[in-house]
């Protein structure tokens, strides 16, 4: 459960603080990137709910990162290479997360089509498997007890 909490945590505040960083540049407040995040429930009505949708947009985020941990902490107990290969399992599995979450989530939700080219998508790519994948996988193992 340590493990799970922990990078579950690191990788949801890793990957909100690089959007924060990356979207902050371009002008967009930290409330805008959460709402946008609940936009996946509500569509464009989380743009006009304040504080409420930024909430809910921050703890949308933090179910999946909480998700993606309890996923690759399942994977890395059935397969023995997950954890002995922490490196390459977190880039792999980070790069299926930023797959499934922008083949899949984004497209059936009410949020609208995931961009994919630009440095948005270079971005977005980067973060998920250095900023998600990455801490999950290398989490995993510290808790695993593989050196």
Same mark, same amino acid.
């Given at each position: ?8 945590? /690191?990788?949801g ?7 924060f ?33 930024? =909430?809910?947009?921050?703890? =949308?985020?933090?179910? /999946? ?9 399942l +994977? ?10 922490a +490196? +390459? ?14 083949l +899949?989530?984004?497209?059936l ?20 498997? =250095?900023?998600?994948g990455?801490?999950?996988?290398? /989490?995993?193992?510290?808790f695993?007890? /593989?050196?």
């Open positions: 459960m340590r493990a799970i909490l922990t990078a579950g945590l /690191i990788a505040t890793l990957d909100i603080l690089d959007a960083i990356f979207y902050g540049f371009r002008g967009v407040s930290p409330v805008r990137i959460l709402q946008s995040i609940a936009a996946g429930l509500l569509g464009r009505a989380s743009f006009q709910g304040g504080a409420k949708t930024a =909430l809910l947009g921050a703890a =949308l985020h933090y179910l /999946i990162a909480f998700t993606a941990t309890i996923l690759f902490f +994977i890395s107990r059935r397969l023995p290479f997950a954890r002995q290969h +490196i +390459i399992s977190g880039l792999l599995y980070g790069a299926g997360v930023y797959a499934f979450m922008n +899949i989530v984004l497209l939700s009410k949020a609208g089509q995931p961009a994919f080219f630009g440095w948005p998508f270079v971005n977005g790519v980067l973060a998920v498997v =250095l900023l998600v990455l801490p999950i996988s290398l /989490i995993c193992k510290a695993s007890g /593989i050196r």
